[in-house]
Every structure is written in C-alpha cells, then in structure tokens.
C-alpha cells in the first residue's frame, strides 16, 4: 500500500484536519491532543501492513454506499471539490482529486482521506 500521507504534508495541515484524518481512520483521540501526537498517530497507522484479503467486497460495497449519502451533516466543514483543489493541503494530489470527486458534491477532509485510503486499497490487477 502507498503511503496516503507524509510527515510534511501532515505537519502543515491544521489541528482540526488532522483530528478529521483521525476519525477517517478509526481512531479515536481527543480534540485537545497534541498536534505532534495526532501525526504520529496518523504515521503509524499509514506504516501499519494489512491485509487486504481479509476485507470483504459486502463491506467495501457498504464503505462506496456511505460516500454518496449527501445527507450526512456530522458537524465537519465541507468543501467543494474546486476549493480542495486549491487548497496547499492537496496541492500535490490535485490530479487524483479531480479523478476520484464529484463536482458539485461537498466533501470533509476525512472523506476524502477515506477516498483516498480505499483509491490507494485497491489491488491492481
């Protein structure tokens, strides 16, 4: 698996971004953690080796379902796609952003690392 996430990246983002990432993976943490915590946090869990096998596709189906629920307002800001796109924290994967989002649909900065995580998942055949 390819590495999402890299500690200059991570060390630019804001705390509130990070805590995003965070949820996006799974982990739970408390807002009022140290911003150097939470990147260690979210490097660990990048180095991790999983195994994809042990991942259902009934599951993956489910994770694809969630990502089209236009409805669910859990209290993160949302983007639109073209202000991601401008946006330093994705500068270098503005070519990936524009692949894998919809235009005109609003996104947090965990969805797209849980877009990114399943785009970068996927075993190539």
């Not at 971004?17 to 949820?23: C, K, V």
């Not at 953690?33 to 195994?51: G, R």
């Not at 489910?62 to 800001?77: A, Q, R, T």
Request: glycine share 2%; no cysteine; hydrophobic share 30%.
């Amino acid at each position: 698996m390819q590495n999402i996430y890299t500690e200059p990246m991570l060390i630019d983002m804001e705390k509130t971004d990070l805590y995003d990432i965070l949820l996006s993976l799974e982990i739970e943490v408390n807002k009022n953690t140290a911003k150097e915590k939470m990147i260690d946090l979210i490097l660990a869990k990048e180095n991790e080796s999983t195994d994809d096998s042990k991942v259902s596709n009934e599951v993956q189906e489910e994770d694809e379902d969630d990502d089209d629920d236009d409805d669910d307002d859990d209290g993160l800001p949302k983007f639109t796609l073209d202000q991601l796109i401008a946006s330093s924290t994705y500068s270098h994967r503005r070519d990936v952003l524009r692949t894998l989002l919809n235009d005109g649909k609003m996104y947090s900065h965990g969805d797209v690392a849980r877009i990114f995580k399943r785009f970068y998942d996927k075993a190539v055949t």
